[in-house]
């Protein structure tokens, strides 16, 4: 089993049994918070990424990616080595590099800001580097689909912000494909065939034939669906102000499968069967 944004807010529907405008318009809100009791309770390979970039000569700043959260390691190389920068605080490069017109081959690093790091010393040449980091993946909630629309007045843009005149349901635009058609990311609810859809920024309308069907999937909803879906399921049920005995069995739901989720990414991904041999456990 795997679920799409459309195929699990179809299954909050059905366990809820609530199609309430309200509701559905608070769909990603509660779809968002079980990614997110996800991502901050286990730490998965998943939640781990590489991407490469260059210093720039002279420049005791590096960039860091829109993304990064927390950093594993920085690599350097140089004349064809690869090395790893120590991390230290910036007090400790500042005085390390009391003058940052003095270059050289980068030993350490800090973090300086939410947009850069502090290399010392400052490179004495444009030195390519490996950055592995923890990030937090796009959420499922994102996803797009494709909307069909005619007779259009005027012209959408790139975040307009689309609502519908029947069903009242809004979401952004985030790319314009061609007058007739806009990629979408797809809304609690959906809009309905023939209603008008109206930009808020562009003042340009334009009415529904039709939209996409959804194939997004993240690792999360591939692979731990049960998770996702009664993480998402005790935040929707909470929300409702439902039964407390239906609120502990979902959340109980949620932790039992967030348990074997954290021996998957805290135990078998970090395991190593060639030189520890597979894991044993008691009979029962």
């Known amino acids: 089993m795997s679920f799409t944004y459309t195929t699990l807010k179809s299954a909050i ?3 809820t049994d609530n199609s309430e405008f309200v509701f559905l318009k608070n769909m990603p809100n509660f779809v968002k918070a079980a990614e997110d009791r996800i991502f901050e309770a286990v730490d998965l390979e998943y939640f781990r990424k590489n991407v490469t970039s260059a210093m720039t000569a002279s420049d005791q700043f590096l960039s860091v ?5 927390a950093v594993f390691s920085l690599q350097i190389t140089t004349s064809g080595s690869e090395n790893f920068l120590l991390q230290k605080d910036v007090n400790y490069l500042r005085e390390f590099t009391p003058n940052a017109s003095t270059t050289g081959v980068p030993k350490y690093y800090a ?4 947009d850069h790091f502090l290399i010392a ?14 990030y937090r993946p796009t959420s499922l909630a994102q996803s797009t689909t494709t909307l069909t629309v005619n007779t259009v007045v005027g012209t959408f843009t790139t975040s307009d912000i689309i609502t519908g005149g029947t069903s009242g349901f809004s979401t952004t635009v985030s790319a314009v494909p061609s007058s007739t058609t806009l990629t979408i990311i797809i809304p609690g609810g959906d809009f309905t065939v023939g209603e008008t859809i109206t930009g808020s920024s562009s003042g340009a309308t334009a009415s529904v034939i039709s939209t996409s069907p959804d ?13 996702l ?4 399921l005790f935040e929707a049920y909470t929300f409702m102000k439902g039964e407390q005995d239906v609120i502990a069995i979902y959340e109980k739901r949620f932790m039992d499968g967030l348990t074997r989720l954290k021996e998957l990414g805290e135990a078998r991904e970090n395991y190593d069967a060639y030189r520890t041999g597979l894991p044993t456990r008691p009979r029962t």
């Open 13 to 15: 529907q059905d366990y």
């Open 229 to 232: 879906l009664y993480g998402a």
């Open 111 to 114: 973090v300086f800001s939410t």
């Open 215 to 227: 194939s997004t999937t993240t690792w999360i909803s591939d692979n731990a669906p049960n998770v």
């Open 65 to 69: 990616p829109d993304d990064l959260l």
């Open 121 to 134: 010393p400052t490179p004495v040449s444009n030195f390519t580097v490996e950055l592995h980091y923890y």
